[in-house]
């Protein structure tokens, strides 16, 4: 196993035990109302949920980014 390999693990660990302690933690309802939906959920899952929209949508803006700037330099 190469270091980056082992490195990514590691990070992927890491990531687990903060998203689980964070979930433990954080034990207080928050009332989400969404137009139509209303919805009672604990902060832990809010906070990681909004985080992954975060990330995901940067991703798919980067992936659009970049794929726009290749064709450009063609």
Same mark, same amino acid.
């Given at each position: 196993? !190469?270091f980056s390999?082992t490195l990514? %693990? *590691? $990070?992927?660990? %890491? #990531? !687990? +035990?903060?998203?689980? #302690? %964070?979930?433990? =933690?954080?034990?207080? +309802? #928050?009332?989400?109302?969404?137009?139509?939906?209303? $919805?009672?959920?604990?902060? !832990?899952?809010? +906070?990681?949920?909004?985080?992954?929209? !975060? *990330?995901?949508?940067?991703? #798919? =803006?980067? =992936? +659009?980014?970049?794929?726009?700037?290749?064709?450009?330099?063609?």
């Amino acid at each position: 196993m !190469g270091f980056s390999n082992t490195l990514l %693990l *590691i $990070l992927t660990i %890491l #990531v !687990g +035990i903060y998203s689980f #302690v %964070l979930l433990s =933690l954080n034990k207080s +309802i #928050v009332h989400l109302d969404l137009l139509f939906l209303e $919805l009672d959920l604990q902060l !832990g899952y809010v +906070i990681l949920w909004s985080a992954l929209f !975060g *990330i995901l949508t940067t991703a #798919v =803006l980067e =992936l +659009i980014f970049f794929c726009t700037k290749s064709k450009k330099d063609e």
